[in-house]
Every structure is written in structure tokens, then in C-alpha cells.
């Protein structure tokens, strides 16, 4: 069983920074991709962010150019710094952790919540 939690959400005005942490813990395959997910109330939960534990990483246009995602993998720990925040990117924040050779251990945390507004 895997085990993630979250840290890092809060209030921030427009064009403020946060970053967000995710520590997994539990039985973690050393092959895994870790990722940022958002989600508002009524709308399906979306991807922000995800990286290999090979460091590769993918964002959503949405997010290009102002968040970064990044890996520790000794801590098994990703974080996502966030700059040049906007309202639109107030959701609630659930780190993932996907392992491919085993899909069946996939596991969410139960989020963050980020609120941008003046």
C-alpha cells in the first residue's frame, strides 16, 4: 500500500508563488511517474504535471512557462513549484503516483487546496 501526502496549498494573491510537496511512502516501485492533478468543484479532475523517475516531465499547456515540476527520489518526494498565479488556477491539488508494471498500486493523495485571488 502506498501512502502519499500533500503539503504546500494556501491562499495567494495574483502572480504569487506556492509550491506544493508530495511524499510518498509505503511499497514504491523504483519505476514510477509522480504528477499534480486539479480539480474544481463540478468539473473532472485534470493534469497539471508529471515526471518520470527518470525526470522526464510533462505539463499542460495551461501551466507551461510558469509551474515546474521536480523529483527527489531518494525522499520519493515531488513537488510543484507554482509562479505567476492566476485565479483560474484555484483547485484543489491531489498528488498521483503511478507505477507501470503494477497499475493496481496507483494511488492518490487526498489534496491540497490552493486559492488565488486578491
Known amino acids: 500500500q502506498v501512502r502519499l501526502a500533500e503539503s504546500g496549498g494556501g491562499l495567494v494573491q495574483p502572480g504569487g508563488s506556492l509550491r506544493l510537496s508530495c511524499a510518498a511512502s509505503g511499497s514504491i516501485f523504483s519505476i514510477n511517474v509522480m504528477g499534480w492533478y486539479r480539480q474544481t468543484p463540478g468539473q473532472q479532475r485534470e493534469l497539471v504535471a508529471t515526471?518520470?523517475?527518470?525526470?522526464?516531465?510533462n505539463y499542460a499547456d495551461s501551466v507551461k512557462g510558469r509551474f515546474t515540476i521536480a523529483r527527489d527520489n531518494a525522499k520519493n518526494t515531488v513537488y510543484l513549484q507554482m509562479n505567476s498565479l492566476k485565479p483560474e488556477d484555484t483547485a484543489v491539488y491531489h498528488c498521483k503516483i503511478d507505477f507501470p508494471s503494477a497499475p493496481s498500486a496507483n494511488s492518490w493523495g487526498q489534496g491540497t487546496q490552493v486559492i488565488v485571488s486578491s
Open positions: 515526471i518520470t523517475s527518470g525526470g522526464i516531465a
